[in-house]
């Protein structure tokens, strides 16, 4: 069964980076799938942050977080990375990734296949 788990969230100070992680189950073709992350605070809807394709050749980012993020993957670890720096109490919320099989409206939650359990990140000022 295909399934994906966030890692690496917490409790950070504000300026402080963090590196989340999601690794798809073994025996999953991780490489057919293009990867995203997403964010739910509370209160607010799940939105769009990055999103990388099939070997990491193409990324795109949200414009609220373009210049403190990096997606990234390795393919031969079936993990996607999100590195985000310069963390804001703003930020704190449920990071989520997911996976579809192609790009189409990317920036909608619709579409992807599959999502992780979420990982918090709570940024403290």
């Known amino acids: 069964q295909e399934q994906l788990v966030e890692s690496g969230g917490g409790l950070v100070q504000a300026g402080d980076s963090l590196r989340l992680s999601c690794t798809a189950s073994?025996?999953?073709?991780?490489?057919?799938?293009?990867m995203a992350w997403f964010r739910e605070a509370p209160g607010k809807e799940r939105g769009f942050l990055a999103i990388?394709?099939?070997?990491?050749?193409?990324?795109s980012y949200a414009a609220s977080v373009k210049d403190r993020c990096t997606i990234s993957r390795d393919n031969s670890k079936n993990t996607v990375y999100l590195e985000m720096n310069s963390l804001k109490r703003e930020d704190t919320a449920v990071y989520y990734c997911?996976?579809?099989?192609?790009?189409?409206?990317?920036?909608?939650?619709?579409?992807?296949?599959?999502w992780g359990q979420g990982t918090q990140v709570t940024v403290s000022s």
């Open positions: 990388i394709g099939r070997a990491g050749e193409s990324t």
């Open positions: 073994a025996g999953w073709n991780f490489d057919a799938y293009v």
């Open positions: 997911a996976a579809r099989t192609g790009w189409g409206m990317f920036g909608s939650k619709d579409g992807y296949h599959f």
